[in-house]
């Protein structure tokens, strides 16, 4: 490997380097610079998340502008707030003996006036949103006409986010004549496009395949039941003392909602999304980075901007919709050198997202179970008796030893030590030893489940729907419709596939009767919507089973029983029950035909109502603990 003196950099950036203490240049550094300095031409590369992409353009750029001039020579655009923020710091520590430099962050959120200003004074670089970037540009407060250098940061990410138009419309005030260079993570048919449409015969360089995972990064998934998703993250984090992670779901709302129920349970938390001002969103980040929140529960977009390098895991508690999202993910981890934990809680419905994902990053999962209970807290015990073994002693307590020793003179040493250690282990034994098995997955066909061949044994029901994309559905628009009108949860419905005229999906067979009930007699848009068994399990068009409209001799039950057979009513919101039965008796009993049948719908609506007044409080509603109804707490105490 070379260093950084034989890449050909300066000494004033080489200084600025000593100082920062980089010893040796990373593979893609040391691939990209040498080319970025020699040649003047547009540069693709593919690294991860956490290689130093920043430096492999930030120094070049640094040595190549001009600081006696206050023209705008450079532009970097990166995907959020957090990262646009991020690499200005860092040009800002490259470039502190290069006098005269002058690099401006423009971002939304932010005074726009204050930020033109910034630009005016003489700004040699630029780091911006796509977003404010756009807004500047037509406002005229900012001349992007004789740059030289422009870089799309995490391109695949900002691609991601919808920010094709605005780079499109951002590139056409710039030369034609600079040079681009691009740097993202993946390399999917919109980045291609991109390089293709605003670069020149592009050098391409690569660190590791493309997609491929850092190999300091280990891969494990947890198989379980859905509604026991929260309680495995919680029996995770119990599992790991010394745990500093970010834990990923797919919406703002899911990450709220996590996290509130995380700090609620005793955990250093905090959550990141799109949904939280900027100032709210600056007092997580700058938490997190000075360890004072200890799990960090994000979404995708926002969890862009998070650079820290001593991140322990990183926890899916649910997987992205896109495979490749994957990547940015578990990049979070395993930085600088260090090793870290992918982990993903699944249930048995996506265990057949695990494989595309190995074949993208190149890397094989460990299966693994939840820890038990008691195994946690043995694991808890253990690091507590650590950190007392290795705590350095504060001799400002001699002066209280006497009383000390005075209090427990008649204590023997054994029973010293299980009095000190009980306040700590009691809470964990209380809670966790009645607690039942999270590994055990009800009706699990096998631990690689493809999700496509179901065999004759398989505890799935396949369903024809007779709405399909000419409706305005596509696969997760109709996942959604009936994640909605169903009251199910986000993994109660798979295996989506929506054709022009008619759709097909799946659910477990113990919410077939309730599926087949709740569909009799309902209209979307003016018609019936006619919801049938399918007998073929995987490929659609296949084997429907008639049956007449009125067929209630198979419904009876009217579906108004939960998955574990506990009447809804234990539940009842009466206020909110009421208004939504008496809605939805007004809206189907004209095309119903029968009073009954629109007595039962609206007693199976206000049923539904009740869920949903639970769902505030998210996955708590299966408690673990059948023999203390407190919940461990975990120490908020910094060490």
């Known amino acids: 490997m070379s260093t950084f003196q034989e890449l050909g950099l300066n000494e004033d950036l080489l200084k600025a380097i000593t100082d920062l203490g980089f010893e040796k240049p990373s593979e893609v550094q040391e691939k990209a610079i040498p080319i970025l300095l020699e040649e003047d031409k547009d540069l693709v590369a593919l690294a991860q998340t956490g290689t130093g992409k920043t430096a492999a353009f930030g120094f070049p750029m640094l040595q190549k502008i001009d600081v006696n001039s206050r023209t705008t020579q450079g532009l970097i655009l990166s995907p959020t707030r957090e990262l646009c923020l991020q690499i200005t710091n860092e040009l800002k520590l490259y470039g502190k003996y290069c006098k005269g430099l002058n690099v401006t962050a423009i971002y939304g959120g932010a005074s726009i006036s204050d930020q033109a200003r910034e630009v005016k004074r003489g700004a040699q670089i630029i780091v911006a949103t796509p977003g404010r970037m756009k807004d500047m540009i037509s406002r005229k ?101 010394d745990i500093f992670s970010v834990i990923f779901c797919r919406t703002k709302r899911d990450t709220q909602k996590v ?9 250093s938390a905090g959550a990141l999304h799109g949904d939280l001002s900027q100032n709210q969103r600056d007092l997580v980040m700058k938490s997190f980075r000075n360890r004072q929140i200890q799990m960090l529960v994000a979404t ?74 008691m195994a946690i807290v043995e694991v808890q015990l253990m690091s507590l008796a650590n950190k ?55 009706s699990r066909d096998s631990d690689r489940d493809s999700g496509r061949d179901y065999g004759k044994q398989s505890n799935d029901s396949r369903y024809f729907i ?120 007004d809206r189907r009993s004209s095309g119903s035909g029968s009073g009954n049948r629109s007595d039962r719908r609206s007693s199976d609506s206000s049923n539904r109502s009740d869920r949903r007044s639970s769902d505030s409080r998210g996955d708590r509603s299966s408690t673990e603990s059948s023999g203390s109804s407190e919940r461990p707490r975990r120490s908020r105490r910094r060490d």
């Open 259 to 267: 996290a509130e129920l995380l700090i609620e349970d005793g955990y």
């Open 388 to 442: 007392i073994h290795t705590t350095e002693t504060n001799n400002e307590i001699d002066k209280y030893l006497d009383s000390i020793n005075e209090l427990f003179a008649d204590t023997e040493k054994d029973d010293l030590i299980k009095k000190f250690f009980s306040v700590e282990f009691n809470r964990f034994f209380n809670y966790y030893q009645k607690s039942k098995d999270l590994g055990s997955v009800q």
């Open 466 to 585: 007779n709405v399909g994309s000419k409706d305005g559905f596509d696969w997760m628009r109709m996942k959604d419709f009936l994640k909605e009108q169903l009251d199910l949860g986000r993994d109660d419905v798979f295996k989506v596939d929506v054709k022009e005229s008619f759709s097909f999906f799946n659910t477990e067979k113990a919410l077939q009767e309730k599926v087949i009930a709740f569909f009799t007699d309902f209209k979307y848009e003016g018609r019936f919507v006619n919801v049938e068994v399918s007998e073929d399990k995987g490929r659609s068009g296949g084997g429907r089973r008639d049956r007449g409209r009125g067929g209630n001799d198979r419904r009876s039950g009217g579906g108004g029983r939960r998955r574990d057979d506990k009447p809804r009513g234990d539940r009842r919101s009466s206020d909110r029950g009421d208004r939504r039965s008496s809605d939805s008796t």
């Open 300 to 373: 995708d977009v926002a969890a862009r901007g998070i650079d820290v390098d001593d991140i322990t895991h990183v926890i899916n508690y649910q997987l992205p919709d896109e495979p490749e999202i994957y990547t940015h993910r578990s990049g979070r981890t395993g930085r600088a050198g260090k090793t870290g934990i992918s982990m993903v809680i699944v249930s048995k419905s996506e265990v057949r997202k695990i494989k595309s994902i190995e074949r993208i990053i190149k890397k094989q999962f460990e299966k693994k179970e939840i820890p038990s209970g």
């Open 141 to 241: 407060m900012v001349d992007i006409s004789k740059i030289q250098y422009s870089v799309l940061d995490e391109a695949d990410e900002m691609l991601n986010m919808g920010f094709k138009e605005d780079i499109t419309d951002i590139l056409s005030h710039t030369p034609d004549d600079k040079n681009t260079w691009l740097f993202s993570a993946t390399m999917p048919r919109e980045v291609a496009t991109i390089a293709k449409k605003f670069m020149l015969d592009p050098i391409e360089i690569t660190v590791g395949n493309k997609n491929e995972s850092t190999n300091n990064v280990s891969h494990e998934y947890y198989l379980v039941n859905a509604r026991d998703r929260y309680q495995a993250l919680k029996r995770l984090a119990d599992a790991n003392p």
